[in-house]
């Protein structure tokens, strides 16, 4: 018999052959069914061991960028409970974490007192270990008032991490102050990485990241498609824009690829259509951040990070609450779904956002720094 795996690590075992975190694994060889062995501490001895929970895999990008900001912050490396192990693997998250794979809930029975578990949702946390210390980090609240039932689940938490000072008076209008604390937003912390092949890039290209997730708060069916389109061919006809086309979430749930490919044929071949191929949330950073503007989703968040103004298609209390931080408010740049009620509506909002954005490159650039600086001192210590 094997003997049994070393705190730290982590083994991989399909059939009869064994990989450790460091071997380049495809997830088209997997089994659908493999184990994977956390062993940060003995269960139920009192231990600790960082555990990130409601981790949909690193095939959402935007979900790839908040684990690995807060692997940058932890003193150790952390074990995610992640329901994407394929996708983990393939895109390198287990260079910095180690995986587990879960399907839902919360895994109550691994994480022993005096562990620390940081998520990214509220419910659940009640079902913890008594003396699990728990850490709510990448959640906003929204535009409504934090109501008692929705306090409440929040200050069990041993601390609750928000990104901007909106939030933060939020949170204390709803009396909670004790274990609130202001930290930075975990995608800011992540590096670009350039490909070798940066060169395709003109100075004067718009990123597109279009996702199909956010279509179910779409006025009527297809119109965020033929809004996007219609941006496409006003920037074709009216401007020498080069537009690149990057994916920010592939999973087959929601699959970005599908709307770009679709956007291909509907243009045909265009050398100023540019379509960039999938990466890991390092990798499409690099691209966003040769662009000179972006309009998107969750790309357009990550575009903000590395510096690179642009209009994000969506309305999530995140997005809102990072533009007020990094623009002073969020109407100039945040656009909700909801709110286009016409295929040039979309247009309008960039033809509005062109007449302002030297003024929001400059604030961004500022911001940006700032919030960096900021957030390289920040130490887990705060909140320990």
């Not at 088209?28 to 940060?40: C, D, E, G, Q, V």
């Not at 192990?85 to 809930?105: P, Q």
């Not at 609130?180 to 990123?207: H, I, N, S, Y």
């Not at 309008?348 to 030297?358: A, G, H, N």
């Amino acid at each position: 018999m094997d003997p049994l795996p070393m705190a730290g690590d982590h083994i991989l075992c399909a059939g009869e052959k064994k990989y450790s975190a460091t071997d380049k694994i495809s997830p088209t060889i997997l089994p659908a069914r493999f184990i994977m062995a956390p062993t940060n501490h003995m269960e139920g001895e009192p231990g600790m061991g960082y555990y990130l929970l409601g981790h949909g895999g690193s095939g959402d990008h935007g979900s790839e960028d908040r684990i690995r900001g807060i692997c940058r912050v932890l003193p150790e490396r952390p074990e995610v409970f992640s329901m994407g192990l394929e996708e983990d693997w393939h895109y390198g998250l287990g260079a910095v974490a180690g995986l587990t794979r879960h399907i839902s809930g919360v895994p109550e029975r691994c994480i022993g007192s005096g562990d620390w578990c940081v998520t990214a949702q509220p419910a659940g946390v009640d079902r913890l270990r008594r003396g699990t210390r728990t850490v709510l980090w990448g959640w906003t609240p929204g535009a409504e008032r934090i109501g008692r039932r929705s306090a409440r689940e929040l200050s069990r938490f041993h601390a609750v991490i928000v990104p901007d000072r909106r939030s933060l008076e939020a949170l204390h209008t709803a009396g909670l102050e004790k274990n609130v604390r202001l930290g930075p937003d975990p995608a800011f912390l992540v590096e670009r990485q350039l490909r070798p092949l940066r060169g395709a890039f003109r100075k004067d290209t718009v990123g597109l990241c279009l996702s199909p997730a956010v279509c179910r708060f779409e006025a009527s069916q297809g119109l965020l498609y033929r809004s996007f389109c219609h941006l496409i061919r006003w920037l074709l006809d009216n401007t020498a824009m080069q537009i690149a086309l990057i994916p920010y979430c592939v999973k087959p749930c929601c699959n970005d690829c599908l709307f770009l490919t679709a956007v291909e044929r509907e243009f045909g071949k265009n050398d100023r259509i540019l379509r960039r191929e999938d990466g890991d949330c390092r990798v499409l950073r690099g691209d966003l951040s040769l662009c000179r503007c972006c309009v998107g989703t969750a790309g357009a968040l990550a575009a903000w990070s590395c510096g690179v103004p642009g209009l994000c298609v969506g309305s999530s209390s995140r997005a809102q609450g990072i533009a007020r931080m990094l623009f002073g408010s969020w109407q100039e740049t945040v656009v909700s779904v909801g709110a286009l009620k016409r295929e040039d509506a979309l247009t309008d909002c960039f033809r509005t956002f062109l007449k302002r954005e030297d003024g929001l490159r400059r604030r961004l650039e500022i911001s940006v720094s700032q919030y960096r600086r900021w957030a390289a001192d920040w130490q887990w210590s705060s909140i320990a």
